[in-house]
């Protein structure tokens, strides 16, 4: 096989818009395309989720952020809930019995409110009745008969003791609230300073004649008691009989009207038993209320009896579609509200405020996962919900003993309710391994592919996409050439020339922004050359750090070279990802090799720079030195490689293919040409394999390049692999066009070697031996010659222990 590699085309280093592929030249010639791009197996598996019913078909969508997961899954879920009926409503009631734990009643579409209206309706006629009822001449009279009959007998009672004390000559006295005695001469009473002159004789009679008047009044007086009682009840009677009479005809209507509904009838029957007790205590026996206004009494009313709504639907409105975006404990499953009465914290059924899961009970519930899952306790109660189905409003805390306050413990509603998760890979993958019941609830995952096939027909739908964002932004109209420049900046994002980023959201960023260079330049429709300065602009935003390290790399601060040779070194390639933003940065990769048996020393990972899959990358190359050139002896040498100038962790094998060639050129100390760099990961049979960052990598060094200007001669090595990857700038290209920087697809070490050194690689014959002069055979006699050297040691030593033992 021939090592002679050529440099690549400039058309292989980026995949432009063939002009037939969009017909037409702008955008306002095609019909815009709202929905989602490609993705049919999210598509697939969205519709399977919405349409099976059983219990545990929850839904996870998993995907990155800005592939459209979010608004296609909402979008299609509202387009499937519009045509599905409308869940039922339900409000909350006072328990007349027992305050604390308020029902709920359930009700068809639209028919809570209608019952709150009817409701009202019987407190407004509450409040023309009452105390209106109370006033009525019959009621007066009556309520006068049962005080007068009380007050007879009273009279009666009294006027039989004071017929006793004029006969014994002793005065009595009464008032509103007691009666007297005093001492009579000649049938009048006697005052103070005149009873002071009786004689001893004649007070004690007196005291004596009080004493028996006393002991008679009380006996007189011994069945007021039992009076007071008949006529409390003869008049509660009448207050009954007043309330039943005027509230039959006012509650009527509303016990006929939901008589065949179960839960409003039973409820009206207690509530109409309580308004039995509450107009006669706080309208008539309680005297604090008699002032009450109007407001006020109003008030009290509604705060009794009137429904609380937890969740209302329109009748033709279709299942309720619920977005959550602060997925909290109170938010999710409603809270008990309080206020302050006089300083204390009170609450009532009419302070219970419903939740997301209140309102998509029904229908469907969208969460975000990495929000939802930042309180375990939420993550737990929703699907102790889920599970019971049954959704009930408590103190998301109380079981911790971190709530004293004395709260209300509404009646649970049936919950029947689609979750659907939306969140990246790693939480799904996390939530499969560490929670049990995730897969069991989430049994429908939606994956969102991260790239789109990239073919005419897409493309096409990638215009029409754009079309449908420039409308309901209002952005300026897009020509052809604008549009292709997108859809290569999207390859650009997926790193492939048959692909497109399923991200469309850096899309639609790009084409913002480049709307906003047009006007600008105040022109009319936005072209290829508006998109092209968008992305110079957010390039020299972001690009200060890419910048410094080429000032550093001019003025030597940096150490690299571009043009010459050098033994044991190398232009390797990186990526640097800060924020956002990653470019290339091009790095010296430099070797030293010197016999002994240590093997090769990655110095990054002995200084704890290097990460795992780095060190494998230096690992390998052990495994192919020997495999190739060490047959026939050991492979007995010391090496050392490290990435120059690098203070920070090291990770990725891209470098392998590198670090192989510079440990070859210090082994036989043969020059390595320092105006190209390489990239490329090795494996044990010499074969370049893939890498990432492509077009960043090449882009860093021909900025070097670039800056210390172009020779000709300057280029990068690559993965043959990565050519479907090339999705360069437009001065690389052009460059590249021009003959001043060549681009060289690799797929064994043996190619970028005969590249980097100009030495032919050599090729083994059957028996394993290469032609003199060719860079194999130079590197397996100097390893066979550093191999004797370490025999040659290895006997002087026991020639030396053989004389000493003598």
């Known amino acids: 096989m021939s090592n002679t590699v050529k440099p690549l085309a400039a058309e292989q280093l980026c995949a432009k818009v063939p002009t037939h592929h969009l017909p037409f030249s702008s955008l306002n010639e095609i019909e815009p395309l709202s929905g989602i791009l490609g993705q049919e197996r999210a598509v697939e598996a969205i519709q399977f989720g919405v349409a099976m019913q059983r219990p545990g078909y929850n839904i996870y969508v998993m995907g990155d952020s800005g592939t459209g997961r979010s608004s296609y899954v909402t979008s299609y879920l509202r387009s499937e809930a519009k045509r599905r009926s409308a869940p039922n409503e339900w409000v909350y009631v006072n328990d007349f019995k027992e305050n604390r734990t308020p029902k709920a009643i359930e009700f068809s579409p639209g028919k809570a409110s209608e019952f709150e209206q009817d409701l009202r309706t019987v407190i407004d006629g509450l409040m023309a009745t009452f105390p209106a009822a109370f006033e009525n001449p019959t009621y007066q009279q009556q309520k006068s008969a049962i005080d007068r009959a009380f007050n007879e007998q009273y009279e009666s009672a009294i006027n039989t003791v004071e017929r006793y004390a004029l006969k014994i000559g002793v005065a009595m006295f009464r008032d509103a609230s007691s009666v007297s005695f005093a001492p009579m001469r000649d049938g009048k009473a006697l005052e103070e300073n005149e ?26 007086l011994l069945s007021l008691p039992l009076w007071k009682r008949a006529s409390y009840e003869q008049l509660r009677d009448l207050n009954l009989a007043t309330v039943n009479e005027a509230l039959s ?28 007790k509450v107009i006669v205590d706080q309208m008539v026996d ?20 009137l429904p609380n709504i937890a969740v209302t639907h329109k009748a033709d409105g279709g299942q309720p579609v619920v977005y959550e975006p602060h997925p909290t404990y109170r938010n999710l499953f409603g809270q008990v509200e309080y206020s302050s009465d006089q300083g204390m914290l009170v609450t009532s059924y009419r302070l219970i405020r419903s939740g997301s899961l209140h309102q998509a009970n029904g229908g469907y519930l969208i969460l975000d996962a990495e929000k939802l899952l930042t309180d375990h306790y939420l993550w737990e109660a929703l699907k102790r919900a889920l ?17 004293n306050t004395t709260t209300l413990s509404p009646e649970s509603i049936p919950l029947q309710v689609k979750v659907v998760l939306i969140g990246s890979r790693d939480i799904y993958y996390l939530l499969q391994d560490a929670d049990p019941d995730f897969q069991e609830m989430f049994r429908v995952l939606v994956d969102f592919d ?7 027909e897409s493309e096409l739908a990638f215009a029409r996409l754009l079309k449908d964002r420039v409308n309901r932004e209002g952005y300026a109209d897009v020509t052809q050439q604008g549009v292709a420049r997108l859809i290569e900046y999207s390859s650009r994002l997926a790193e ?15 084409l913002a922004e480049a709307d906003f260079t047009r006007q600008m330049a105040k022109d009319d429709v936005i072209t290829d050359v508006h998109v092209t300065r968008a992305l110079a602009a957010k390039k020299h935003r972001t690009g200060r750090v890419s910048e410094k390290i080429i000032e550093e790399i001019l003025d030597g601060t940096i150490l690299l070279d571009s043009q010459g040779w050098a033994v044991g070194k190398i232009n390797g390639l990186t990526v640097m990802q800060i924020g956002d933003s990653s470019f290339g940065a091009p790095a010296r990769i430099s070797t030293t090799v010197y016999p002994g048996g240590k093997g090769i020393v990655d110095i990054e990972r002995e200084s704890n720079l290097g990460q795992n899959i780095h060190s494998k990358g230096v690992l390998i190359l052990s495994g192919y030195l020997g495999n190739k050139y060490a047959q026939r002896f050991p492979l007995d040498i010391s090496a050392s490689i490290a990435m120059e100038q690098s203070y920070g962790y090291v990770d990725g094998d891209s470098a392998s293919t590198a670090e192989l060639c510079c440990l070859l050129s210090a082994l036989i100390n043969v020059p390595l040409r320092q105006d190209l760099a390489i990239t490329g990961s090795l494996n044990q049979h010499g074969e370049v394999q893939a890498i990432g960052g492509v077009n960043e990598k090449i882009e860093g060094f021909f900025n070097v390049c670039f800056a210390r200007g172009l020779t000709g001669t300057q280029g990068v090595i690559i993965p043959k692999s990565n050519m479907s990857n090339l999705m360069l700038s437009d001065e690389v290209v052009a460059a590249v066009a021009a003959g001043q920087f060549h681009i060289y697809a690799v797929e ?3 190619q970028a070697l005969a590249l980097l050194t100009g030495i032919e690689v050599g090729e083994a014959d059957e028996n394993g031996d290469y032609p003199e002069g060719t860079l194999s055979y130079r590197v397996i006699q100097r390893l066979e010659a550093i191999s004797k050297l370490g025999e040659d040691d290895g006997k002087n030593e026991d020639e030396k222990s053989e004389q000493e033992k003598a």
């Open 286 to 305: 309680d005297k604090e209320n008699v002032g009450r206004d109007e407001v006020g009494r109003r008030s009290m009313y509604e705060e009794l009896y």
């Open 748 to 750: 064994k070490a043996d």
């Open 249 to 276: 005809p006012l509650m009527a209507p509303v016990f006929e009207k939901y008589a065949e509904h179960q839960g409003a009838s039973d409820y009206l029957q207690a509530m109409r038993e309580d308004l039995d």
């Open 450 to 456: 991260d790239t789109l096939k990239r073919n005419p």
């Open 195 to 220: 009873f002071t002159t009786l004689s001893d004789d004649e007070r004690d009679a007196f005291q004596a004649a009080v004493s028996e008047l006393e002991t008679r009044l009380n006996d007189e």
């Open 496 to 510: 492939h020339q048959r692909e497109m980023a399923a991200q469309i959201g850096d899309v639609f960023e790009l």
């Open 387 to 403: 599970k019971s189905k049954c959704l009930k409003i408590e103190h998301p805390y109380a079981d911790m003993g971190l709530m």
